[in-house]
Structures are given as C-alpha cells and as structure tokens.
C-alpha cells in the first residue's frame, strides 16, 4: 500500500504557513523548525501519520508573487481532510483569514478554501461517507 508521508513545499512565510496549519488542524504540531548557519528556514509541520516540510524561499526573488496560481506550474492548493467544516470555517473567519468563495456542497462532502495570510490557498475537505468510491466521486 501506498502511502502519503510529507509534502514538501516552499511559500511565502512559513509562519503564515505554520499558524494556519496550527488553526486548521488541532491535531498537528511543530515537528521541527529551524534555520541552519549560511542556509534558509524549514519546518516540519503535522501528526505522527503525516506532515508538511515547509522552506522559506531561498532568494527574495523567488516569492509567490511572481507566479499566477492556476495559470502558471506550481502548486495551486493544498487539500486537507477536516472533521467539522463547519466549526473550522467560524473559527478561520473570526481568526482573520480570507476564505476564497462559499462552501461547496458535492454529493458526499462539502468543500472549501482559505488564504494564509501570506496569500497561500488551503483546501478544506469534509466527507460524510468512508467509502473511497463515494469520497471521490465528482
């Protein structure tokens, strides 16, 4: 079987990143996040099953804003499946956070996507069903 074990992504303020992730999964921590001598910041963050590495950008140059998502290669969103949408939306929205459109009812979940506040588009995922066949149905 395979798995997922980490992603590994580079944006634009990791502690934009981190805070987010912090709020939109109670069950994640800190794994690790450091900056070694002459080199750039990573940090390790999720569960004991899974975890993001996050990287800050290696020159200023290299920054979110010269990519247009959707548009150009890179990575669009990342999804995550949550247990209570509904209580994760208040809370994100009383935090400070964009939510980018409405919750998106599909036949067995609901949907939605919020900015960090550095700009990066997170996916927020609830099924009612465990069945793979019907999670994935679109």
Do not use: C
Request: aromatic share 14%.
């Amino acid at each position: 079987m395979t798995q997922f074990e980490h992603a590994n992504i580079t944006v634009p303020n990791i502690d934009a990143a981190i805070a987010f992730l912090l709020n939109a999964a109670p069950d994640f921590r800190v794994k690790i996040d450091q900056t070694p001598v002459g080199s750039y910041r990573w940090a390790h963050v999720g569960n004991d099953e899974y975890y993001f590495a996050l990287q800050e950008p290696k020159d200023a140059t290299s920054s979110q804003d010269t990519r247009k998502p959707y548009h150009n290669i890179g990575v669009n969103h990342i999804g995550m499946i949550v247990d209570n949408l509904d209580h994760l939306q208040e809370k994100l929205l009383a935090l400070g956070y964009e939510q980018n459109g409405l919750v998106t009812q599909e036949k067995h979940g609901r949907r939605t996507y919020f900015y960090d506040k550095a700009g990066f588009e997170w996916e927020l995922v609830e099924y009612d069903s465990e069945k793979p066949e019907e999670r994935y149905s679109y």
